[in-house]
T-cell receptor, first 113, second 114 residues
Framework: AQSVTQLGSHVSVSEGALVLLRCNYS??????LFWYVQYPNQGLQLLLK??????LVKGINGFEAEFKKSETSFHLTKPSAHMSDAAEYFC???????????FGKGTMLLVSP | GAGVSQSPSNKVTEKGKDVELRCDPI?????LYWYRQSLGQGLEFLIY????????KSGLPSDRFSAERTGGSVSTLTIQRTQQEDSAVYLC????????????FGPGTRLTVL
């Protein structure tokens, strides 16, 4: 069975500071990995995905994530936080048979001025 | 183009009543997924459709939950004899096919069972 662990239910940063959201996965097969963002009262929007091509994946809004097989990690980073980045972020792993997503519990990113 | 739409956006019902939740996927998307988001359980997979068939129903929590998809398009999730623990946001997603294709999510239906 696949699983995802997101460390930290809440992360607080100042505007302009580095954003680091942690994600570790468990999968018996090479995984497909995703980061989604959810703004209040909205659905999920894909930030980026890893599908066994380049290990450093660039996404929308200046976010990127690096797949590290040895650490079973897929951490999300952004060099400089913006107030508009405040949202909940979900890491997910895909089942390769039917592509159903298994999500982590989510990390709420708080950005202060 | 139009994204995934869901209706109603909010539904309040009494315990024991049946409810139907609707999902309109992006036109041409053959894969459709239902997920549930609740405070206690986070985001959980419910059911997957490829065309009108549901090869994976493993996430449905009980036999009170059922879903169908018609014409390879609209899907309806039905919950019979609703219970308070069914209160959650029900999210629908569609993708062009399965595999590495991106799943596009709708805004969800917030279900409250009193």
């Amino acid at each position: 069975a696949q699983s995802v662990t997101q460390l930290g239910s809440h992360v607080s940063v100042s505007e302009g500071a580095l954003v680091l959201l942690r994600c570790n996965y468990s999968s018996s097969v090479p995984p497909y990995l995703f980061w989604y963002v959810q703004y209040p009262n909205q659905g999920l929007q894909l930030l980026l995905k890893y599908t066994s091509a380049a290990t450093l994946v660039k996404g929308i809004n200046g976010f990127e994530a690096e797949f590290k097989k040895s650490e079973t990690s897929f951490h999300l980073t952004k060099p400089s936080a913006h107030m508009s980045d405040a949202a909940e972020y979900f890491c997910a792993v895909s089942d390769q048979r039917y592509s159903t997503l298994t999500f982590g519990k989510g990390t709420m990113l708080l950005v202060s001025p | 183009g139009a994204g995934v739409s869901q209706s109603p956006s909010n539904k309040v019902t009494e315990k024991g009543k049946d409810v139907e939740l609707r999902c309109d996927p992006i036109s041409g998307h053959t894969a459709l997924y239902w997920y549930r988001q609740s405070l206690g359980q986070g985001l959980e997979f419910l059911i997957y459709f490829q065309g009108n068939s549901a090869p994976d129903k493993s996430g449905l929590p009980s036999d009170r939950f059922s879903a169908e998809r018609t014409g390879g398009s609209v899907s309806t999730l039905t919950i019979q004899r609703t219970q308070q623990e069914d209160s959650a946001v029900y999210l629908c997603a569609s993708s062009l096919t399965r595999g590495t294709d991106t799943q596009y999510f709708g805004p969800g239906t917030r279900l409250t069972v009193l």
